[in-house]
């Protein structure tokens, strides 16, 4: 299993950058291997992650564990909050 994180590197919203930055922080600081897949480079990796996560209206970032869906940036600073980030990402 890897994680991997969709994301938007030319994304004009700070908050949206801002939570990328925070969950490749924490997995950069946690020695986690991860894969990061840039949506804003091509459109057929947008649609495979809104497929993915089951959603069209989907924003990244969205993680996921293999094939396993994580969550998005909620669900990720819910985890933090509840000192349960392993479980977010399916460790």
Do not use: W
Not at 61 to 76: A, E, R
Request: aromatic share 14%.
């Amino acid at each position: 299993m890897s994680v991997t994180v969709y994301f938007s590197s030319v994304s004009g919203s700070r908050e949206v950058k801002q939570q990328q930055s925070e969950i490749f922080q924490f997995l950069d600081a946690k020695k986690i291997k991860y894969f990061a897949v840039d949506i804003s480079q091509s459109p057929e990796k947008k649609e495979e992650m809104k497929k993915k996560v089951g959603n069209q209206s989907a924003m990244p970032p969205q993680v996921f564990n293999g094939d396993k869906y994580c969550g998005d940036y909620q669900k990720f600073f819910e985890a933090i909050e509840d000192g349960k980030p392993e479980a977010f990402f399916k460790l």
